[in-house]
């Protein structure tokens, strides 16, 4: 026979169905979830997390994470990130005429070099998803979607920064 529900332990059922989507994400995106495990192995010198299926990790290791970076390869995708992220500053900026006069006189400076070192962080981020990339099929659709987010967050949070007490007041 079944029980009524009980309504002061909506929390404990609210609490379990946001853990099982939060189990169905870990295993949607395995392969981030194995980065993340690598960077806190790496980090922590921390042998098993038993959140983690340890068979997923050692395949990524032995296939991913041992692989030496390839300069050449690496450095395209930071220039193009660098140059689209360099190229989006230069106009933002060529629209002020005239600066305000409490602004130091190499304004500009600050937000050439940070939104073009943080469009370079976006190519980078392309980069490292390069296997994510080339599995095919909808992990492709994923990695390329994701990394585009990563791209624009990226170069919004480098505008951000690199405008914060002239423009961005």
């Known amino acids: 026979m079944l029980k009524p529900f009980n309504p002061s332990k909506r929390k404990y059922l609210v609490i379990g169905i946001f853990f099982f989507f939060i189990k169905k994400a870990f295993s949607f995106f395995g392969a981030f979830i194995v980065s993340f495990n690598f960077v806190i192995q790496s980090t922590f010198q921390i042998n098993r997390l ?3 299926n340890s068979d997923l990790i050692m395949t990524a290791q032995k296939n991913v994470f041992k692989q030496p ?5 690496l450095l395209r ?3 193009i990130g ?4 360099l190229v989006l500053i230069i106009v933002f900026l060529s629209g002020v005429d005239q600066p305000k ?24 981020f392309y980069y490292i998803m390069g296997p994510m990339r080339y599995k095919g099929g909808w992990q492709k659709i994923v990695a390329i979607i994701v990394c585009l987010i990563v791209y ?14 002239t423009l961005w007041n």
């Open 152 to 165: 624009v967050i990226g170069l919004w949070l480098g505008t951000v920064l690199g405008l914060n007490g």
């Open 50 to 52: 038993s959140i983690f």
């Open 82 to 85: 660098a140059g689209i992220a």
């Open 101 to 124: 006069p409490e602004w130091p006189k190499f304004w500009q400076l600050k937000p050439l070099i940070v939104v073009t070192l943080a469009g370079a962080a976006g190519g980078a």
């Open 69 to 73: 970076v390839h300069w050449p390869s």
């Open 77 to 79: 995708p930071v220039l």
